[in-house]
């Protein structure tokens, strides 16, 4: 397995949060903070971390959540050293709601 840091991990969440306009756009039907952790999972995976078990599919709620998990899982047994993601994957989130109520707000204005 390959192992990874929290500097990479940050590394990872801020270039899901840069691509995160094609990211959204190709979402589906996820909502977008699924979308997002399902960026921040196949890139976590696509550089070797892998979760321990593989992803089922749920209704949205439940996607957004697995995903979280498994992100989380996946740090947990890859981490070197040891580090907790929960707050870079918070940010991430966060940063996603705040640009979402900014364009929501626009939109209402007009």
């Given at each position: 397995?390959?192992?990874?840091?929290?500097?990479?991990?940050?590394?990872?969440?801020?270039?899901?949060?840069?691509?995160?306009?094609?990211?959204?756009?190709?979402?589906?039907?996820?909502?977008?903070?699924?979308?997002?952790?399902?960026?921040?999972?196949?890139?976590?995976?696509?550089a070797g971390v892998r979760?321990?078990?593989?992803?089922?599919?749920?209704?949205?709620?439940?996607?957004?959540?697995?995903?979280?998990?498994?992100?989380?899982?996946?740090?947990?047994?890859?981490?070197f050293p040891p580090f907790?993601?929960?707050?870079?994957?918070?940010?991430?989130?966060?940063?996603?709601?705040?640009?979402?109520?900014?364009?929501?707000?626009?939109?209402?204005?007009?």
């Amino acid at each position: 397995m390959t192992r990874i840091n929290s500097a990479q991990f940050k590394g990872v969440c801020d270039s899901v949060w840069k691509d995160r306009a094609t990211v959204l756009a190709g979402r589906g039907l996820l909502n977008g903070d699924a979308a997002l952790l399902r960026a921040v999972y196949w890139r976590l995976f696509k550089a070797g971390v892998r979760p321990a078990d593989k992803l089922e599919n749920h209704s949205f709620e439940q996607t957004r959540e697995m995903y979280q998990l498994v992100v989380v899982c996946m740090i947990e047994l890859n981490a070197f050293p040891p580090f907790d993601g929960s707050a870079d994957l918070r940010e991430l989130l966060m940063r996603y709601e705040d640009e979402v109520d900014v364009v929501q707000a626009k939109h209402a204005s007009v």
